[in-house]
């Protein structure tokens, strides 16, 4: 069974950039689709956006089109999710997640999840 | 995409049913079959329960159980034990790539 392994709580201030990395063991990232789903506190999931394997290409909610960037490094077996222009509405849990189907690259669900990295912004 | 409806809480003895219900539209849970749940408990993960519309992983007990009308997709948890009290999200494959997940409801074994 794949586990994912998040980096740690990252504190910044508006107008910066973040880079959160989950990392893959158990299984390969090319293998899989992994979203990025993110939890504000007190509120419900929402999906960000997730990246399809072997193309390297990513899809995005149209929410962060423009301002996230899912990308995926092989040789370490890491995903990364890049978000710039924070601001406080930014400050969130952000849950990696292995996304599965029937096919390969398939998103139907998330079925093994990551501990979750605290993004607080804050000045 | 706008996020699914969810009731934001329900509630039920131990050993009682409870349904949680969870609405769409026509683009994403009335057009695919691709409707998840999952089951987060305080300061954890989210944790997958039901796929397919229906489908349990391995592990999850039969208790819970998804189903699947026109535009609403449901959640029915019979025999209500104490763990069972978390919040319960839904999710819909919604096209291109893309995820829908609703707000969230709080199931409370009183």
């Known amino acids: 069974q794949v586990q994912l392994v998040q980096s740690g709580p990252e504190v910044r201030k508006p107008g910066s950039s973040v880079k959160v990395s989950c990392k893959a063991s158990?299984?390969?990232?090319?293998?899989?689709?992994v979203s990025w789903v993110r939890q504000a506190p007190g509120q419900g999931l929402e999906w960000m956006g997730a990246?399809?394997?072997?193309?390297?290409?990513?899809n995005y909610a149209q929410k962060f089109r423009g301002r996230a960037a899912i990308t995926a490094d092989d040789s370490a077996n890491t995903v990364y999710l890049s978000l710039t222009s924070l601001g406080s509405e930014d400050t969130a849990i952000y849950f990696c997640?292995?996304?599965?189907?029937?096919?390969?690259?398939?998103?139907?669900?998330?079925?093994?999840w990551g501990q979750g990295t605290q993004v607080s912004v804050s000045s | 995409q706008s996020a699914l409806t969810q009731p934001r809480s329900v509630s039920g003895s131990p050993g009682q049913s409870v349904t949680i219900s969870c609405s769409g539209t026509?683009?994403?849970?009335?057009?695919?079959?691709?409707v998840s749940w999952y089951q987060q408990h305080p300061g954890k993960a989210p944790q997958l329960i039901i796929y397919?519309?229906?489908k349990r992983p391995s592990g999850v007990p039969d208790r819970f159980s998804g189903s699947k009308s026109g535009n609403t997709a449901s959640l029915t948890i019979s025999g209500l034990r104490a763990e069972d009290e978390a919040d319960y999200f839904c999710?819909?494959?919604?096209?291109?790539?893309?995820?829908?997940f609703g707000g969230g409801t709080s199931l409370t074994v009183l």
């Open positions: 997640a292995r996304s599965n189907g029937d096919y390969v690259g398939d998103i139907n669900y998330c079925d093994s």
């Open positions: 158990g299984g390969s990232v090319s293998s899989y689709s």
């Open positions: 990246i399809i394997p072997k193309s390297g290409r990513a």
């Open positions: 026509g683009g994403d849970i009335g057009l695919y079959n691709y």
């Open positions: 397919d519309v229906f």
């Open positions: 999710c819909s494959y919604g096209g291109t790539y893309s995820l829908v």
